[in-house]
């Protein structure tokens, strides 16, 4: 028989382990902190803390981007497919909503493109 099935007869496996004599004894806090106050629903207090750290957002009325010119087809012109590779087709197509197969050919993707924008 091997080794390790001696040693799995005999119920020892590994060294015996090694415990320090002077351990420690665990540090028991007899007078943990006390909790932190909660408001009370019923009255709807607010509790005062020692540091007032909140501060108030004021409200975004509006959307700041929303006076912002927007570079659109009309104002912009349509670029000229045929000199655009199929990357740039595909990340053209996407800013006029459609999702373009890069498998296809050049070609293809341009008449594509053409039929989505209504050419």
């Keep these: 028989m091997t080794k390790f099935g001696d040693l799995l007869k005999s119920g020892q ?17 007899d007078n943990p902190p006390e ?7 019923a009255t709807n207090t607010k509790v005062k803390y ?9 409200a975004v009325t509006s959307n700041p ?5 927007v570079a659109t ?20 197509g ?7 197969d890069r498998r296809q050919s050049q070609p293809k993707l341009v008449k594509q493109i053409k039929k989505h924008l209504g050419q």
């Design 73 to 92: 087809i009309e104002t912009t012109g349509l670029p000229d497919f045929k000199s655009m590779t199929k990357l740039e087709l595909e990340e053209f």
């Design 35 to 41: 909790p932190l106050p909660v408001p009370d629903p």
């Design 13 to 29: 496996i590994g060294a015996t382990p090694i415990v320090p004599n002077n351990i420690p004894a665990p540090v028991v806090d």
């Design 94 to 100: 996407r800013t006029v909503g459609i999702e373009l």
């Design 50 to 58: 020692e540091v007032d750290t909140f501060t108030t957002v004021p």
């Design 65 to 69: 981007l929303d006076s912002m010119p």
